[in-house]
């Protein structure tokens, strides 16, 4: 059952009623309405597992392509589920599942949400020849029992990686298609090793996408295993990765058929590869450089990432759609921007670091980001503050392509507006620049707005308080661009104008 099934998550009722409508709708009626759509949402996966038992006159278990029990949780963790729904839920054969658990007094008893999913999900996977797709908080005696039932599932998505001890014969054996798998965490002494006995039971090379969420403290033994997928493995995510584990990015080596790339250090930069480890970052820069097929590289929050994108920019042989580099010193990556320019076929740029004060890295910047003309998306996040109306100027007239653009700068006019109005295919401005923005200069801009940028979400985010818009300029702004393009006018001013810069700057 998909996450965007019209009941589950109790609905899309918020997203569908407007806030004047909800404005008059009274607290007990909201209340009800909530009480309604939960009560859906319940009936929904009650019928769901009498179906699996054959309690109903169709066998929608039968035809489920992906199992979410993470909504399921969500539901019986929801205030609204309590009294009259939950006694209807777990009414007759479905009594058995529910779990209880102790409360905030020793004589208070509550549902236990994990078990009832997990006993809900037991008995739904004993229906569901056609599932493809799993994902929730799935025990490891869950998870044992339930993939010899699933032979064409492809695709694991669990909360906790310990789920997955003992289960590498078993997915080697029943599920030949699986190839997909995604962990929120796995933080324990033998998880390495753990992981690394998974990825060597399973069918070597099978493993197409790997995910990793959140901390984990699988390192190196699993980073060599990953070698038995090396010739199917082609997206790599790996947040928050451990001191230890960082120091083994190397054992990777074997990973060359990657197309996506994602590394998130996640040791508060206490490690310097370069400098400390040189022969392990030379060591990780040549495999980098040996992934011929990479497309989208992202990295966040590495001290020196910048190190380790740059001899992957300039590797003729990689031609990169997307990257992103988050956590940099814009004054020491001038090797980094200057290698941007080689490559031309970037469609989506996001970079997130100091900013530069002298400005000489600015220069180095704009330049390559004028070259980068295939641009759709680009966001620049505080490398961008002393940027002004004439690199503002001169970046939309290089990048005609861009449909979003997120920027910041210093004392940015209605100057920009004419040279903006020349991105035809433009659908979000996010301008987070220190701004002197007139509402003349604003409609002029909107009325210049055309088929391509249908939709067009403006959003100005730090308007100087000296040339604040008035209710009445803002909201002409937003009838206009709704007429124009059917878009949207977002407006706040760099402080509040009731408090004076010095009052602002001293809280």
């Known amino acids: 059952m998909h996450d965007v099934s019209p009941v589950t998550n109790r609905g899309s009722s918020d997203a569908d009623v407007s806030a004047q409508e909800r404005a008059k709708t009274t607290y007990k009626a909201r209340v009800h309405q909530e009480e309604v759509m939960t009560m859906r949402w319940a009936q929904l996966w009650r019928f769901i597992a009498l179906s ?32 009259k729904i939950s006694n209807m839920f777990f009414k007759g054969e479905l009594a058995k599942c529910k779990a209880q658990t102790s409360g905030p007094r020793k004589d208070q008893m509550r549902l236990d949400a994990g078990s009832t999913s997990n006993a809900l999900g037991d008995i739904i996977t004993t229906s569901t020849p056609m599932l493809e797709e799993l994902s929730g908080k799935i025990s490891n005696d869950s998870l044992l029992r339930w993939i010899p039932r699933l032979p064409r599932l492809r695709l694991l998505n669990l909360w906790y990686g310990g789920a997955l001890v003992g289960a590498g014969p078993l997915l080697r054996h029943h599920c030949h298609a699986f190839k997909t798998l995604s962990l929120w965490g796995w933080n324990h002494d033998d998880a390495d090793q753990k992981f690394a006995d998974l990825l060597n039971e399973i069918n070597p090379q099978s493993l197409e996408s790997l995910e990793i969420f959140s901390y984990s403290t699988i390192g190196a033994k699993s980073f060599l295993a990953l070698s038995c997928h090396r010739e199917s493995l082609t997206e790599l995510k790996l947040n928050s990765i451990n001191e230890t584990a960082l120091q083994s990015l190397n054992m990777l080596a074997g990973c060359t058929g990657l197309t996506t790339l994602l590394l998130t250090d996640g040791s508060n930069w206490s490690i310097d590869l370069k400098n400390a480890h040189n022969d392990i970052f030379l060591e990780t820069v040549a495999w980098l450089r040996s992934c011929k097929k990479l ?22 042989d990689i031609r990169l759609t997307h990257l992103e580099l988050k956590g940099y010193v814009m004054a020491d990556a001038r090797d980094f921007h200057q290698a941007l320019s080689n490559q031309p076929s970037l469609q989506e740029l996001h970079l997130h670091g100091d900013s530069d004060e002298a400005g000489e890295g600015v220069v180095t910047l704009v330049e390559s980001l004028s070259q980068l003309v295939n641009l759709t998306d680009l966001r620049l996040q505080d490398v961008s503050d002393y940027f002004t109306d004439e690199v503002i100027g001169r970046l939309a007239r290089s990048l005609p392509k861009l449909e ?32 002197r923005f007139t509402s003349e200069g604003i409609l002029d801009f909107v009325l210049t707005l055309g088929p391509g940028n249908k939709g067009l979400v403006l959003a100005i985010m730090m308007g100087d308080v000296d040339c604040n818009l008035s209710e009445e300029e803002q909201n002409m702004i937003r009838d206009t661009i709704v007429a124009r393009v059917d878009g949207r006018f977002e407006f706040q001013l760099q402080r509040d104008p009731d408090v004076s810069e010095f009052e602002a700057d001293s809280d």
């Open 404 to 435: 979003g653009w997120y920027t910041s700068g210093w004392g940015v006019t209605d100057a920009i507006w004419p040279d903006i109005a020349r991105l035809k295919s433009l659908r979000r401005l996010d301008m987070a620049a220190t701004s």
């Open 295 to 316: 497309r989208s590289i992202t990295i966040r929050s590495f001290r020196g990432g910048h190190d380790l994108m740059t001899p992957v920019l300039l590797e003729n």
């Open 52 to 83: 699996a038992m054959g309690q109903t006159l169709f066998p929608y278990a039968r035809y489920i392509r992906a199992l979410n029990l993470e909504d399921l949780e969500e539901l019986l963790q929801d205030a609204k589920f309590k009294d």
